[in-house]
């Protein structure tokens, strides 16, 4: 860093002084080269000849930091051309030429025009040439030399890395190494001692020191206990000029830290503990909990607990816990109050860390006593066991007593104990339990096929206190006696081969027993009397419960007969002994040469020869299939032929006629004379509208007159049966023909106005009128029938 020269001390000025009188002797005369000079008669004729220099140095120094008013005289150059009246001038080229160092042109003194900082930049290069002044020729080459800046005591060491952190653990020998610090100093190390460092330590005595030149930080105190002070700051100098008086310095901190160590044994917080336990805590659960201190911190607080003395029958055991570091004594057996009342533990808390090192002596450990007192409890009733196991026939009749169970009341009071069964356990209700000793009988008939064992579970409580319940498991197993009949292990369906040959082995049959007696089953077969001497089929035994059926012949044929029953009696040795009539069924079937079955019916037999079943079912798919084709092409040829009942006018029957309108007059325009459709040509005389008034009047039908009997209706209805039958171009057989004729001489004579012929009707339509819009236009056309009737 840039110091005024005024700031520093009087003894440094002088110094500069001698080195600056010696520079200024040094540069007065620096040639810049030897020149070339021109000789000869003209100047069209020159001879060049080189001339030799006089001496050359290319080092020039100059002070950093210097400041004054005028600019610092570097250095001058000088060259041997410089003689007489030559007009020549030097040129400066390099780096800082013209701006921060400059030449004369006459005489080459060069300046320094700015304050230099070596730790900015330490040397210059810079090449000086002599030229002529007015053609600004060169008259030799350019020289190179550098200008180096001599370094100043202007920067203080610097600590890059600080403030620093360190750690040494506790009770550390004086002299053990805890951290080194480095500083750094910008100045030039090789001149002077600008950038010699000195250490020393300005706060943290008399713990610690330093080494003033490796700068290396030791312990200084013996007995440094953490548990008494963990952190430390400390003040580290580093001053240049190797220390001396008018260096300049620089400081940093670190903050040591002093680990732990195992140098602390645990200690109880107390030396006697007292707890009091009920008898009925249950094992596992907490009786109390000790405490052992230790000011050691992490690994090396952790302790261990032990019960060392008066716990012979492993009653107790104590177990640390890991957040809170407790001893926690727990019961691994029951406490009985009647037995024993009291113990006296001695509870030892040792360290994990059992080595603490630094010379530390021991031991790591602490005791302390621990007295329980048992406490008196209602306990409830003690099985005499935990499980019972008891035996009992399966044929044993009800109320058999299978066993008994036992339970007492360990309370000094002795209070009596009542038997129940948990019904839970015993859904069926297969046992009862006396009250009041115990025994279990049986309640309903077992079967040990169907359960071999019942597990159920009996409670005892106290007379006095019901809340007192205990719980016994009891294992009932059902003995097995010989109840059931052997069988035959599966439904077997042997098939015997009509080339088979005599004594081939047609089935093997073997037999199951839902018994199981202690000796194992054996079983024994043989055919019923009545079949021992059949010439078809025999047994034999195979000595493993299994038996062989055998074929007596082989003259076997699906045509004389195609299944044959074989009865078998299967007997077991139990006691008594139980047996069973089971049926094999033995098909007769038609095999290869190498006896495998191909066909067991009859209907096969009769196939041709070559024609397997495969192939009789494709024969009969086939057949189906076109059975299927001709109905189609039938169907549909059938549907092609039918003429067409619509042509192009349209069916009457596909008009709907309303019979519920009142009629709209002129408005209405859903009218149609329906006679018209139903019969166009209007062959057989006219049939007027019924929905309006004719305007004509009405002209009977051209027919037969009837006679008094009124037969012109049968005569009517045959001529129009008639007509539909021979017209062709009448409808279908099956539509409907419309008859809408009353007939006429009736002696009641016409109902309809309409259609009267007489003149001197006296009907009046007038009230038409009245009715509203709706029914004005039918009354104007009834009026004008009548109108034209008149006249």
């Not at 299994?546 to 007997?571: C, G, N």
Request: hydrophobic share 35%; charged share 25%.
């Amino acid at each position: 860093m840039r110091r005024r020269f005024e700031e520093m001390p009087t003894d440094v000025w002088m110094s500069l002084l001698l080195v600056w009188i010696t520079l200024l002797s040094c540069v007065s005369t620096i040639p810049v080269g030897g020149g070339e000079t021109a000789a000869g008669p003209g100047e069209g004729q020159r001879l060049l000849n080189r001339a030799k220099r006089g001496w050359v140095w290319n080092q020039m120094f100059v002070l950093e930091e210097f400041s004054g008013p005028d600019p610092i005289l570097v250095g001058r150059l000088h060259t041997d051309l410089d003689v007489g009246g030559k007009r020549i001038k030097y040129v400066l080229a390099g780096e800082g030429a013209g701006t921060i160092f400059a030449i004369n042109e006459l005489t080459g003194d060069i300046h320094a025009m700015k304050r230099l900082d070596r730790e900015e930049k330490a040397e210059y290069t810079l090449t000086a040439q002599v030229i002529n002044a007015d053609t600004d020729e060169p008259l030799e080459p350019p020289s190179e030399f550098i200008i180096k800046v001599q370094d100043i005591n202007d920067n203080p060491p610097q600590f890059i890395e600080g403030p620093y952190r360190a750690s040494v653990a506790e009770m550390s020998a004086v002299g053990t190494p805890v951290t080194q610090v480095t500083a750094t100093d910008a100045d030039d190390p090789v001149y002077g001692n600008s950038a010699r460092l000195v250490y020393s330590i300005l706060e943290g005595q008399p713990y610690f020191s330093v080494d003033p030149n490796s700068a290396t930080i030791k312990i200084a105190l013996h007995g440094m206990d953490r548990e008494m002070r963990e952190e430390y700051l400390v003040v580290i100098q580093a001053k240049d000029m190797g220390g001396h008086m008018g260096g300049l310095s620089g400081t940093t901190t670190v903050t040591i830290t002093l680990t732990d160590i195992n140098d602390n044994p645990p200690k109880f917080s107390k030396n006697l503990y007292e707890f009091v336990i009920p008898e009925n805590l249950p094992i596992g659960q907490t009786g109390g909990k000790v405490k052992a201190n230790d000011r050691d911190m992490g690994e090396n607080a952790k302790s261990t607990y032990d019960i060392i003395d008066g716990d012979e029958q492993g009653v107790f055991e104590i177990v640390i816990d890991p957040q809170t570091q407790e001893g926690i004594l727990r019961l691994k057996k029951v406490l009985d109050f009647e037995s024993r009342r009291t113990y006296t533990l001695k509870v030892e808390a040792t360290n994990v860390q059992s080595d603490p090192g630094g010379g530390i002596g021991g031991p790591f450990k602490d005791t302390a006593t621990v007295k329980i007192v048992v406490e008196d409890a209602d306990e409830p009733p003690v099985f005499s066991k935990s499980i019972y196991t008891l035996e009992v026939n399966e044929n044993a009749a009800v109320n058999t007593v299978i066993g008994t169970v036992g339970a007492r009341d360990p309370d000094s009071s002795s209070s009596q104990v009542r038997y129940f069964i948990d019904r839970h356990t015993d859904l069926e209700r297969q046992f009862n339990i006396n009250v009041d000793d115990g025994k279990i009988t049986l309640a309903k008939p077992l079967d040990r096929e169907t359960d071999m064992w019942h597990n159920i579970t009996v409670t005892a409580t106290e007379v006095r206190n019901h809340s007192q319940i205990s719980r016994a498991v009891v294992a009932i197993r059902v003995m097995d006696i010989n109840d059931n009949a052997p069988e035959f292990a599966t439904e077997y369906e042997a098939f015997l081969c009509e080339n088979g040959k005599p004594g081939q082995v047609i089935q093997t049959v073997s037999a199951v027993d839902r018994d199981d007696p202690i000796q194992g089953h054996y079983f024994e077969y043989r055919l019923v009397p009545e079949m021992l001497n059949n010439p078809n089929f025999t047994i034999k035994n195979n000595q493993d419960n299994s038996i062989s059926v055998l074929a007596k012949h082989d003259t076997f044929r699906r045509q004389k007969q195609e299944m044959y029953f074989l009865p078998i009696v299967v007997t077991d040795n139990g006691s008594p002994p139980m047996s069973s009539t089971n049926t094999l069924t033995i098909r007769v079937c038609g095999c290869s040469k190498d006896g495998i079955v191909q066909s067991c019916n009859v209907e096969a037999y009769v196939l041709p020869i070559g024609l397997s079943m495969g192939a009789l079912i494709a024969i009969l798919a086939c057949i189906i299939l076109l059975l299927v084709i001709v109905v189609l092409f039938v169907t549909l040829r059938r549907h092609k032929n039918e003429p067409l009942i619509i042509k192009d006018d349209e069916d009457v029957r596909e008009n709907i006629i309303r019979y519920d309108d009142e009629g709209g007059g002129e408005e209405d325009t859903e009218a149609f004379d329906i006679a018209t459709l139903q019969n166009p040509d209007g062959i057989n005389g006219y049939l007027p509208r019924k929905d309006i008034k004719p305007d004509l009047q009405f002209m009977p039908r051209a027919g037969h007159h009837s006679g008094p009997n009124g037969v012109d209706v049968d005569e009517f209805i045959n001529v129009r049966l008639h007509e539909a039958d021979n017209d062709p171009t009448a409808p279908p057989y099956d539509s409907i023909q419309i008859y809408g004729y009353e007939g006429r001489g009736s002696v009641a004579g016409s109902l309809s106005s309409l259609e009267t012929t007489s003149s001197d009707s006296d009907q009046n339509y007038d009230y038409l009128r009245e009715w509203g819009p709706r029914f004005r236009r039918l009354g104007e056309l009834y009026s004008v029938g009548e109108s034209d009737r008149e006249t």
